[in-house]
């Protein structure tokens, strides 16, 4: 059974016909993380660089940190990070002329053996833009038979996704497309939200051109878009630890236009769209912004602040990071900056209601390792590293406790 809530999506917030464009700023601070792993700076202040050098490498993996534009090195600082830390970045001064390594153009995006595929997606540094930032070529090692893109967002207030799919729908299916033919994949399913006519109209107009490419509505309840519920509703089928157990492969559908842009210029993915939205703020919005800006000039050029005590949301307010300021810099995996009011003193005693236990999706008892916290032993008896840190738990919680932060932490404490 497919646990979940239909929670108000808010979404028509900062869904609008526009998109902002601010992908010039004068400066980047790129962060040398990847998938909350740190990665080694391998360059100095002075030195010149063309989008898609080398900036740093994330060992482990011999996987790149890629410069999103030209310019020079300024400084080696520290930047918010989207998991609420300030890191290291590489601070780069734009020269705005946005000279590339080497200028490519592939005429027909399906002629890479599989092999090339998956080298490309490493070289490019394509990562998973839903929010894992896990580097994707690794997904396309092995063989696959079916491969599902998530175009659920099922977060609420995020429109990021359905305003890039709304701008291009046509290159998605092609990059779909030629995924499927290289690594022999026999069908793809483009999932969405069912009530969602944005998505559905924005693919149906290319759609017909591709036999094999079928878009599979899902229910509009939360979290409908973690990768477990969409290979149970999407294929029927279920699986212990990975869905490439039983032959599949999600993708995040920011992540396939990533995907798109490494296939057809062979370069990284340099900007993004983020959704800037909340009740805490006067103009919610979309814009398209460079890997590595500083969010807090761009929310200011466009709107004010609302209310007296804010809270800044790298991310949704189900599953993204409560900031310590706006200053947050843009990553693959930033979607959203979500501003609202910040109630967080309100705490009372658990009332053992049981509500966070029935509505896991993870069939854990969120309670129980709350009031385990100290307790290691105790934890791993209880599983927390299996929570996907849906936030259901602390959104339905009547007491306020902010459950999901407490298995967070434990999730970290079994993992040492
Ligand atoms: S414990 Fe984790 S998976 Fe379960 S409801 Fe809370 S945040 Fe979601
Ligand atoms: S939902 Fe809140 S009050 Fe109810 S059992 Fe869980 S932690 Fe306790």
Redesign the pocket.
Known sequence: MIRGLKIDGKKEMSLSEEIIDFSSPDKVYVPLMNNNTPCDCLVKKGKKVKKGTVIGIRKNMDFPVLSPVSGIVVDIDKCLYLNGEEVPCVVIENDKKETVLKKVLVDDIAKYTKEEFVELLKKCAVTGMGGSDFPTFFKYKSDASFLIVNAVECEPYLTADMMLVKLKAEAILESIDAIRKINNIKKCFIAFKENNDIVRNAFLEYIGRYEDIVLSPVKNIYPMGWERHLVKSVLNLEYERYPSEVGVIVNNVSTIFAIYKALKFQRNITKRIVTITGEGFTEPINVLVKVGTDMSSIIKKIGKYKGEKLKFIAGGPMMGTALSSDHIVVSNNLGAVTIISDTEDYKNECISCSK?VN????K?C?VLIMKNIDNVNELKKLHPEL???????SYVCPSKLG??DF?VKAKGKVRQ
Do not use: T, W
Not at 359 to 362: R, S, Y
């Open positions: 966070c509505v896991c999706p993870a854990l969120p929570c996907v840190e849906c936030g259901l738990c459950v999901r298995v």
